[in-house]
């Protein structure tokens, strides 16, 4: 018979030592927090600093965006889209950066959008950090 123990399982009370997959050694550690940790301390020493690490700029969202994206919320813009996007935005980009670049995009192409839909693949990701062999 398997048993199977969460994370929260204090080690005491297991039959095996969790031992995690050697992959897990390769992993890197967040680095844009330790930038904003440097920023912030060149902030103090006056030093004037524009916020772009963590992707949270040191600015307010523009009135008319926030008019916007309440309106969308108002009129049911509430659920997921598409996990490639939505094909009127995908449409947009590609004819900007054509016009913009002088490069052939089409909405097709799949390098127009990289991005996934929300936490899917985070189980996965998980699920791997555990799994030897």
């Given at each position: 018979m398997r048993?199977?123990?969460?994370?929260?399982?204090?080690?005491?009370?297991?039959?095996?030592?969790?031992?995690?997959?050697?992959?897990m050694?390769?992993?890197?550690?967040?680095?844009?927090?330790?930038?904003?940790?440097?920023?912030?301390?060149?902030?103090?020493?006056?030093?004037?600093?524009?916020?772009?690490?963590?992707?949270?700029?040191?600015?307010?969202?523009?009135?008319?965006?926030?008019?916007?994206?309440?309106?969308?919320?108002?009129?049911?813009?509430?659920?997921?889209?598409?996990?490639?996007?939505?094909?009127?935005?995908?449409?947009?980009?590609?004819?900007?950066?054509?016009?913009?670049?002088?490069?052939?995009?089409?909405?097709?192409?799949?390098?127009?959008?990289?991005c996934?839909?929300?936490?899917?693949?985070?189980?996965?990701?998980?699920?791997?950090?555990?799994?030897?062999?």
């Amino acid at each position: 018979m398997r048993r199977f123990y969460t994370l929260m399982t204090p080690v005491s009370e297991t039959t095996h030592p969790l031992k995690l997959a050697g992959r897990m050694s390769r992993l890197g550690t967040e680095t844009a927090f330790e930038v904003l940790v440097k920023a912030r301390a060149l902030e103090a020493q006056g030093k004037s600093v524009i916020h772009l690490e963590i992707g949270e700029p040191d600015f307010d969202t523009p009135a008319n965006i926030v008019d916007s994206a309440v309106g969308a919320l108002r009129q049911g813009w509430t659920h997921y889209g598409p996990s490639p996007g939505l094909p009127q935005l995908r449409q947009a980009i590609a004819e900007h950066i054509s016009r913009s670049r002088g490069v052939t995009v089409t909405p097709d192409d799949d390098q127009l959008c990289g991005c996934q839909a929300g936490a899917d693949p985070a189980p996965r990701r998980d699920g791997l950090s555990l799994r030897r062999g």
